[in-house]
């Protein structure tokens, strides 16, 4: 079963919590002002994250599947390097974009190890959204979708973890029924082999009723920029407010960190469950808009 509509929705709830998370890196903009109703002022700009799932969304909206020649092109030349992108996806989509195998630049980077980033993970959710009620096709896209910018296992895991936590939300939307969030998160281990973000996964079950603050020092908050530093977190927020958008994205920017990309991995799990409309409508016209996908 797939559906361009609930990957949309995905794709505004990641861009969203991207563009929110990232005015926190602007000095004076605090947490404590957005917790009393008050976001920051102006047009929020969206970075990295949300112009890679754009993409990703393209290939989905146009083609139906992840065919991996054709992303990798596709996000190679439509890299912008401004928008914040890690000095490591630099060099690889530079090298895509000069005709070298993504295959081999790939398995070139981190030397010879390829990355471990949370890069794949952070643009995925639209595509589990996509895929709702059918986590199998979810994970292997996600698999293939990851592979042409990181070849380390972690890498690619963290993708696999949001994918089937996204498809796995889309699907509870539409049967009417909410997962408890280790229901959730026992789904998304179920689709992991071992090492460090399926060990992060199960580290965040036994955390369900911690606070933020807690979760974050034990999980990671992406400030290592690694899947295994960054996903098991996102996941527990989510898992433990899908139901509630903006109360999602406050404890990401709570946590410090990463706060764009842990904002875009929970923002598009969190809104293939609830749909646009549990956005604030204010914070989607403050985010700018998006790129033609």
């Not at 102006?42 to 969304?57: F, I, K, N, R, Y």
């Not at 698999?143 to 994918?163: C, F, Q, Y």
């Not at 875009?264 to 409309?277: F, L, N, P």
Request: glycine share 12%; proline share 4%.
């Amino acid at each position: 079963m797939t559906d361009i509509g609930r990957c949309s929705d995905s794709l505004d709830g990641l861009s969203v919590g991207d563009a929110l998370g990232a005015q926190f890196f602007v000095p004076g903009t605090r947490l404590e002002d957005l917790l009393d109703g008050t976001a920051p002022a102006g047009s929020w700009p969206w970075t990295d994250d949300t112009e890679m799932a754009c993409t990703l969304v393209g290939q989905l909206r146009r083609h139906g599947t992840i065919d991996q020649d054709r992303l990798a092109k596709a996000f190679a030349e439509r890299f912008e390097p401004y928008r914040g992108y890690g000095g490591g996806a630099v060099v690889v989509l530079h090298r895509i974009r000069d005709g070298e195998p993504w295959r081999d630049v790939a398995r070139d980077a981190f030397g010879g190890e390829g990355s471990m980033g949370n890069g794949a993970a952070m643009r995925v959710a639209p595509l589990g959204a996509f895929h709702a009620g059918d986590s199998r096709a979810a994970a292997l896209e996600a698999m293939r979708s990851a592979e042409v910018t990181h070849a380390h296992a972690e890498g690619i895991l963290g993708a696999v973890a949001v994918a089937v936590a996204a498809a796995e939300a889309g699907w509870a939307r539409l049967v009417h029924n909410r997962p408890a969030p280790a229901e959730l998160l026992d789904a998304v281990a179920a689709y992991l082999v071992d090492g460090r973000v399926l060990d992060g996964v199960r580290r965040a079950r036994r955390l369900l009723r911690a606070s933020v603050a807690e979760a974050a020092y034990e999980l990671g908050n992406g400030s290592q920029v690694l899947a295994q530093d960054t996903v098991p977190f996102a996941l527990w927020v989510a898992a433990t407010r899908l139901g509630d958008y903006p109360a999602a994205i406050r404890a990401c920017i709570e946590a410090g960190g990463d706060v764009d990309t842990t904002g875009a991995i929970v923002g598009g799990i969190v809104a293939a469950y609830t749909g646009v409309e549990g956005i604030p409508p204010a914070w989607l016209a403050q985010r700018e808009p998006l790129a033609d996908q």
